[in-house]
């Protein structure tokens, strides 16, 4: 089938909170070290203000599933993008340390509640033939938005507006976040969704707007499914049945951090610095690491409906064992720092190839409709705790040895490419009710 301008515009709106997640997400790494000057931060402070955020994404990720299927996914996002203008304009005012911290919490809600329901909804519209593809505009929209908040960061530092700079380059989040708000007023609900309140013609209309070959056969198949899974026999998302869905979920989401990325991403400038890079050049290197994880993800995207999720993990997982463990080794030795950016780009890639490409399309695949919202808070809340821990003992670790983290980064990565190979089954190509079936959840 080909792709009609409602689901086009239906996908990009709900992948706009990816844009955001991206930015808020990476942004802070232009800021650490202007913070730390400003409120003569320590290293476990410095900890605390990077990883604040990832409280409120935990909160976030945890309870997005409440409103999700209570007042829908769209509805849910309205209120995520709020989140998110809120914490631009909050953090951009901050009138201290504390304050700062709030309000990036604040945004963090809106990061960890937009990971979990913008996939669900795009996932929930989309067609089985598309759905790596569409799910994937998510991430695509998350490293748009990492790309920009690096760029962001290089100009606003190129204008020299001193003690302000960091200010502006916090605050500049609420123009998108505001663009992001407004346009969820212009798509419908998730035809999944209105067929679980029993609004069927509602969701009939919505799988026809979105070019379905044959929207009576699917809504059958999605009447079919939520009957199956009725509350009469309905089970707690930790029933047995539901015990690979909830590894699958979780392990994905744990690798996804596991990694190290976002660690990265967040001390992106401050890696570069002690490496000996200048201020300003570190943020210029930090838009070509941006710019590969653009590149690979729209790579991986291309491919990710016919190599297959499980392939891509396998292929990135073995790239970044590498380039970590040679990152490792750089910094071990104190040598050959020209050597960095290369690797780092390289490592970068090779996660947005496969991890970055999969973990959202992944967690929007392996629950049934009636435990969706449950299945994928869950496996955005493994990746935002972990992602918490990480980022808030990076520094301390980085202190003792800067080599400690990457090292344990490569080993991470190496474990997960035999996780993978032995336990993840391959979802390319299957509805979510054909991939209820495949993992025995009957």
């Avoid at 769209?74 to 989140?83: K, V």
């Avoid at 670790?397 to 032995?422: E, G, R, W």
Wanted: glycine share 10%; proline share 3%.
């Amino acid at each position: 089938m080909k792709l009609n301008s409602y689901l086009v515009r239906s996908t990009l709106v709900g992948a706009l909170g990816g844009l955001l997640f991206g930015f808020d997400t990476a942004v802070i790494a232009g800021t650490t070290r202007q913070l730390t000057l400003v409120y003569h931060l320590t290293s476990s402070q410095l900890g605390i203000t990077v990883s604040s955020a990832l409280l409120g994404t935990i909160i976030g990720s945890v309870l997005a599933g409440i409103p999700g299927q209570r007042i829908g996914r769209r509805d849910s996002l309205r209120i995520m993008a709020l989140f998110y203008v809120i914490s631009a304009v909050g953090c951009a005012l901050a009138w201290n340390w504390d304050a700062l911290l709030a309000f990036r919490v604040i945004g963090g809600m809106g990061i960890g509640g937009s990971s979990v329901l913008g996939p669900m909804y795009i996932a929930e519209i989309a067609p089985a033939a598309w759905r790596g593809r569409l799910v994937g505009t998510f991430q695509i929209n998350i490293v748009v938005g990492i790309l920009l908040a690096y760029l962001s960061n290089f100009l606003i530092a190129t204008l020299h507006l001193g003690v302000a700079e960091w200010r502006w380059q916090l605050g500049v989040a609420s123009i998108p976040a505001l663009f992001f708000l407004g346009m969820l007023f212009r798509v419908e609900r998730s035809p999944r969704w209105l067929t679980l309140q029993g609004r069927v013609e509602e969701a009939r209309a919505v799988l026809q707007a979105s070019g379905s070959p044959d929207a009576g056969a699917e809504l059958q198949e999605i009447l079919a499914a939520i009957r199956q899974d009725s509350p009469t026999n309905r089970t707690s998302l930790f029933h047995r049945k539901y015990l690979l869905p909830i590894f699958l979920a979780v392990t994905v989401g744990m690798f996804n951090q596991l990694s190290g990325i976002n660690a990265i991403l967040y001390y992106l400038n401050d890696i570069f610095a002690y490496a000996g890079f200048s201020r300003l050049s570190a943020d210029l290197q930090a838009v070509y690491v941006g710019l590969a994880n653009l590149i690979a993800t729209l790579v991986a995207m291309s491919v990710i409906d016919k190599l297959g999720r499980k392939t891509l993990l396998l292929i990135g997982a073995v790239g970044m064992t590498i380039c970590m463990g040679m990152v490792a080794v750089i910094f071990q030795a104190g040598t050959h720092q020209n050597a960095l950016l290369p690797l780092l780009i390289l490592y970068t890639a090779s996660f947005a190839f496969s991890q970055g490409a999969v973990v959202w399309v992944y967690l929007g695949e392996v629950f049934p409709t009636n435990v969706r919202a449950q299945g994928q808070s869950l496996g955005s809340s493994a990746t935002w705790v972990m992602n918490a821990a990480i980022s808030g003992v990076f520094p301390l670790f980085a202190l003792h040895h800067a080599s400690i983290p990457f090292y344990f980064f490569a080993s991470m990565m190496a474990l997960q490419f035999f996780v993978v190979l032995f336990v993840y089954p391959e979802t390319k190509g299957l509805t979510l009710e054909q991939m209820q079936e495949k993992l025995g959840i009957d």
